[in-house]
């Protein structure tokens, strides 16, 4: 059973407001990812992390910034939400082979 | 650069009846290959995965997929679906060695009706 924990798990927020997303693996694991998701769409990466003091952007671009100083947190963070920033958030982190998922982070920006 | 492509978005089925979720992929290598189950509101859990050795991997739950070298595929079936394996199915791939590791496909929503 994979270990990857996400809060909150919902959230509703005003425009503007500064929100950030939590992502905690116990597994040890260097590489850890943030995807967004649309309902029903297909997953995009938006940023990934080799490990501590390292993280990259991914194919889609995000106004979200990521940090990565513990191996098992990496905290998305949005400074000014935004209604287009309404999706969900799923991070992963990953061995040499497969990618485990946390359960995701809803979230509606009004 | 690798691509996955899920060649259908949605898939009804009846209960009990046999299904077949298509995935084709693209890659200049040798890749690793997964399929991953998605629930409402939940995260990807991993169904089942071909890493090396036989072609064809099963799951607990009864499906299967067989990698296919020649057509560059990787499809899932199941003989017998059940109202419980309504869900979104994602095709991914990786190249062995590779930091970014999962491309996703676009995904397939099956749906098993009563």
């Known amino acids: 059973e994979a270990d990857i924990y996400q809060t909150p798990r919902y959230l509703v927020i005003g425009t503007g407001k500064k929100i950030t997303l939590e992502c905690s693996q116990t597994m040890g694991h260097d590489k850890m990812y943030w995807y967004q998701q649309d309902p029903g769409m297909e997953l995009h990466l938006i940023h990934y992390?080799?490990?501590?003091?390292?993280?990259e952007k991914g194919d889609l671009s995000s106004e979200s910034t990521v940090s990565r100083i513990r191996t098992e947190h990496f905290p998305l963070t949005l400074e000014s939400a935004r209604p287009s920033h309404t999706s969900q958030y799923l991070c992963?982190?990953?061995?040499?082979?497969?990618?485990?998922f946390g359960p995701g982070t809803r979230l509606t920006v009004t | 650069a690798q691509s996955v492509t899920q060649l259908d978005s949605q898939v009804p089925v009846f209960e009990e009846a046999p299904v077949e979720l298509r995935c084709n992929y693209s890659?200049?290598?040798?890749?690793?290959l997964f399929w991953y189950v998605q629930y409402p509101n939940q995260g990807l859990q991993l169904l089942l995965k071909?890493?090396?050795?036989?072609?064809l991997v099963e799951s607990i739950n009864g499906f299967e997929a067989e990698f296919n070298k020649s057509q560059t595929s990787f499809h899932l079936r199941k003989p017998s679906v059940h109202i419980s394996d309504t869900a979104e199915y994602f095709c991914?791939?990786?190249?062995?060695?590779?930091?970014?590791?999962?491309?996703f496909g676009s995904g397939t929503q099956l749906t098993v009706l009563p």
């Open positions: 991914a791939v990786s190249e062995p060695g590779s930091a970014r590791q999962l491309t």
């Open positions: 890659s200049s290598v040798s890749v690793y």
């Open positions: 071909y890493l090396s050795g036989s072609t």
């Open positions: 992390s080799y490990g501590v003091n390292s993280t």
């Open positions: 992963a982190s990953s061995d040499r082979y497969e990618q485990y």
